[in-house]
């Protein structure tokens, strides 16, 4: 239930993806594995925060909740994958100092290994950056994840990164970083400028 309920997040199929987590959860919930069911409760809150609208109040105290028994049961890791979708609820629901402070633990966890919730946590952390108006440390922030992605082989990831930078130059009216950040996420993708000249 749980791989399958990775497979129906993937194609964007959330609703599906709850249905089948929550039974991934009940079954978890009857056996003596501390670790998984929460690990498996904190990829259900996830999924609460990749609703329309996303149920983030609800993700929160699920997590919360979750956070003792991972530190008790689980690793470093696992604390911080919680502590990242902590910063994603509290970011949702307007409270970015606890957001930037519960992305900056999760970072902290994870360590120097690269990893994609590390790269996913960064842009997180660039994005509530963003709100408070440090535009330096959230360029920062977004250029190293979007590098780390593109680094680790996360070809579409990485684009995604590099467009959300050129989108914050854009905004800045940055010209020539706005051109640069686009031109690395054609890149990401492997599609030359001339291709994509091409293709206009």
């Known amino acids: 239930y749980w791989n399958a309920a990775l497979i129906a997040e993937s194609r964007g199929e959330v609703a599906q993806a709850l249905v089948l987590v929550e039974r991934a959860v009940a079954m978890f919930g009857e056996s003596d594995d501390r670790r998984n069911l929460g690990r498996i409760r904190v990829a259900y809150a996830l999924l609460l925060l990749q609703q329309s609208p996303p149920e983030a109040e ?4 699920l997590l919360d909740s979750i956070r003792p028994d991972l530190v008790d ?4 890791v696992d604390v911080s994958y919680c502590d990242a979708e902590r910063a994603r609820a509290l970011m949702t629901l307007g409270r970015l100092d606890e957001a930037r402070q519960a992305a900056e633990r999760a970072l902290a966890g994870l360590g120097d290994m690269p990893r994609l919730e590390s790269a996913h946590t960064r ?9 408070q108006g440090d535009v330096d440390a959230c360029v920062a922030q977004t250029t190293l994840a979007a590098a780390m992605l593109e ?9 995604a990164a590099w467009r959300e930078l050129g989108d914050l130059y854009r905004d800045l009216g940055h010209v020539e970083p706005t051109i640069d950040a686009y ?3 054609l890149r990401a993708v492997r599609i030359s400028l001339s291709c994509a000249a091409g293709i206009l």
Request: aromatic share 0%.
């Open 183 to 185: 031109d690395r996420a």
């Open 58 to 61: 609800r993700a929160l105290e």
């Open 73 to 76: 049961h689980g690793g470093a």
């Open 123 to 131: 842009l997180l952390l660039g994005r509530v950056l963003r709100e």
């Open 151 to 159: 680094a680790m082989g996360a070809s579409r990831r990485a684009a």
